[in-house]
């Protein structure tokens, strides 16, 4: 894998994980499958906690009262629309996986959900990036390089378990 490839790989998991992990474990069931039992529930929730909307990383910044209630206000604000353009995504794929199990190609059937699939995922990472910054704007220095050290580490960890050396 070239390092642009490695790079948005690495770019776009990390705001999966950072943004939109709290909206999924909140959307309920997924194609099906989905966490039996926690249906509807946060991960906290289901865990015994509240679910007060901010992930992991963002409780160990030591946040005012203030910038929790700004931050989830800012979570909140396009998490209809993340989560339509996850589903659009998530659609686009499941479509193209069945004509594959089925031996159906269309190329322009085919091209049409890849380009669907590929706007969804670019307009998903567009609000995801605006929601960091504007996320980023609440916090402190010492919270913004607080964060920055921990998202490191987490990229580190994650690197590891997949095997592969960091983007250059």
């Not at 099906?32 to 910044?61: F, H, I, T, V, Y």
């Not at 009262?65 to 998530?90: F, G, N, V």
Request: glycine share 8%.
């Amino acid at each position: 894998m070239n390092t642009f490839k490695r790079t948005l790989a690495v770019f776009l998991a990390t705001s999966s994980i950072a943004l939109a992990l709290p909206l999924a474990a909140n959307a309920g069931p997924m194609m099906g499958g989905g966490m039996e039992g926690g249906c509807g529930q946060g991960r906290s929730a289901m865990r015994g906690g509240p679910d007060d909307g901010l992930p992991p990383m963002m409780k160990k910044l030591k946040l005012t009262p203030a910038q929790e209630a700004k931050i989830t206000e800012l979570r909140k604000q396009d998490s209809e629309l993340i989560s339509a353009k996850y589903q659009s995504m998530r659609d686009s794929r499941a479509q193209l996986h069945e004509m594959q199990k089925t031996g159906d190609y269309d190329e322009a059937k085919v091209k049409a959900l890849t380009e669907q699939g590929a706007q969804a995922m670019a307009e998903m990472a567009q609000l995801r990036a605006r929601q960091h910054h504007q996320v980023m704007a609440v916090l402190t220095p010492e919270q913004r390089q607080q964060f920055a050290t921990q998202r490191e580490e987490m990229m580190k960890r994650w690197e590891k378990k997949r095997g592969e050396k960091p983007a250059a």
